[in-house]
């Protein structure tokens, strides 16, 4: 029996304690980037491209990157040639696309070598932040195929530990003195909506992109002369020659971390590795939180639909927060820091939570920023759903830790970029994530557990690799009961449900 067990956590910055950004609403842009004149790299080429797998020459159903690497971790910079097969299946004649570039939101970070469509230099193209349009020569009509070939390399940017007024990013990109971080690292293809494409603004905190799902090659060379760090990644590296191949199919976005002091634990659940990387000292914090999210693969999987894949990757890491990223995640330092050997402990429900986002976020993707709840309170209830079914006893110290002590207020169905009279960031997570989490407790008494869980296992089977909405979730919903939820979404929601 573990209930009692009460933990005082210390007053620094958590993901769900009181951090709080400005109460201001931001700036507009990021950081003003000139548009680029568009500059054809006629140069050798960067890097040697790797003995790369062809795709099927047929029309993929997916768009595929192929991402080679060379990694110069004592110079804290990348040099990347990427490929971008894109078939078109929005179902519409495109004249442009538009890809997310993350590193161009920084000044200095990112640099354009070279871009090309269907082995041509793309000659009308704009990168203006984190937005590159790219002008297609001729219509792309459905089901058609372009290739994009992209070379650039990336100098990375420190990650500033303490938010602060001025901090315009949520930063787990970039380098500590440990540690660098590769998240939303290349650029993308956003996918395409009832309103074109689908790129907002960054926000002080939260995700602000969304996801169509891919396929993704990545290769990974370490520079000549560089240090050999090792790589923590969303899918386990493969040795090829001088590179080192990460294969991961039908994924959001592919993520890694690069150290020379990682220390590595490694447990399963079933099928599934599960693979912890933390820095020296932290051994005991770090096998938890594998053991945590072993457990919670192993609940979810039971309770949701199979886990998608042969591995997840947990990662320490140097910035005051969680995040999720396919069969990735990383666990602020934070909560190893506090970890008390006992499983009443952040590291150990925001194992839980992060890894529930392999099934909210990663299968069923949503619009993060105008609908942040629909994978975020999923998640922070599943956090209840994961001590249910292994420590039944800590859900009381769960509810009052987690949500209670927050005497949380607010609609759910807010959008990322609501302000707040004070403690924006916390009024947020109050909201979203436990009222939400209050929101599903109650939808759960009311229905019963037989049609809650047998509608979250339709939700996941009809929206599995899409992108689903509110709409979405209650049309699916109201498949498997008739109860009167009314009152309920009176309470919880601002909007028509
Ligand atoms: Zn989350």
């Known amino acids: 029996m573990r209930s009692g067990i009460f933990l005082l956590l210390s007053a620094f910055c958590l993901l769900f304690s009181s951090c709080s950004s400005s109460n201001s609403a931001p700036t507009a842009a990021l950081h003003a980037i000139p548009t680029l004149t568009p500059t054809v790299d006629t140069s050798t080429p960067i890097i040697s491209a790797p003995d790369t797998a062809t795709p099927d020459t047929e029309t993929p159903s997916l768009p595929h990157y192929t991402l080679n690497v060379t990694l110069d971790y004592r110079r804290k910079r990348l040099t990347v040639e990427e490929n971008i097969l894109y078939p078109n299946t929005t179902g519409e004649t495109l004249s442009?696309?538009?890809?997310?570039?993350m590193p161009n939101a920084w000044t200095s970070v990112f640099k354009l070598t070279r871009l090309e469509l269907n082995d041509a230099p793309a000659k009308n193209y704009k990168l203006d932040g984190q937005r590159l349009t790219v002008t297609l020569p001729a219509s792309l009509p459905p089901a058609g195929t372009v290739e994009l070939s992209i070379a650039y390399s990336l100098s990375l940017p420190e990650i500033q530990e303490e938010l602060s007024t001025t901090k315009i990013l949520p930063q787990f990109f970039g380098y500590t003195d440990r540690q660098q971080n590769l998240v939303n690292w290349y650029p993308f293809i956003v996918p395409r909506g009832a309103d074109g494409w689908i790129l907002h603004d960054p926000w002080y905190f939260g995700e602000h992109l969304v996801y169509d799902a891919a396929d993704f090659e990545v290769n990974i060379k370490n520079a000549e002369e560089g240090i050999r760090p090792t790589i923590a990644a969303s899918a386990f590296g493969e040795p090829h020659g001088e590179w080192t191949r990460f294969t991961l199919n039908n994924a959001r976005t592919f993520a890694f971390s690069a150290s020379t002091e990682f220390q590595r634990s490694a447990t399963n659940a079933g099928n599934v590795f599960v693979y912890s990387?933390?820095?020296?000292?932290?051994?005991?914090?770090?096998?938890?939180?594998?053991?945590a999210a072993a457990d919670a693969i192993e609940v979810f999987s039971q309770r949701f639909g199979p886990y998608p894949r042969e591995s997840l990757t947990i990662v320490m890491s140097d910035f005051n927060d969680g995040a999720e990223f396919s069969g990735f995640f990383f666990l602020s330092k934070g909560f190893y820091r506090t970890y008390d050997s006992t499983r009443a402990n952040y590291l150990t429900f925001i194992s839980a939570h992060e890894t529930a986002h392999q099934w909210w976020f990663e299968q069923v993707a949503s619009d993060q920023y105008l609908e942040p709840w629909l994978d975020e309170a999923l998640c922070a209830y599943s956090e209840h759903i994961f001590y249910?079914?292994?420590d039944s006893p800590l859900l009381e110290w769960w509810w009052n830790t987690r949500v209670d002590a927050y005497t949380p207020h607010g609609y759910v169905d807010i959008p990322l970029d609501t302000t707040f009279e004070d403690e924006e960031y916390r009024q947020y997570v109050n909201a979203v994530y436990l009222r939400g989490a209050r929101f599903l407790d109650d939808l759960r008494a009311r229905i019963g557990d037989e049609a809650f869980f047998a509608f979250l296992q339709d939700y996941?089977?009809?929206f599995n690799g899409r992108r689903a909405t509110a709409d979405d979730f209650f049309t699916v919903l109201r498949q498997h009961t008739d109860a009167d939820i009314s009152d309920l979404v009176s309470e919880y929601f601002q909007g028509q449900h």
């Open 96 to 101: 442009d696309l538009v890809l997310a570039v």
């Open 277 to 291: 990387y933390y820095f020296p000292t932290y051994e005991s914090a770090g096998e938890a939180a594998a053991l």
């Open 388 to 390: 249910e079914q292994t």
């Open 460 to 462: 996941l089977n009809q």
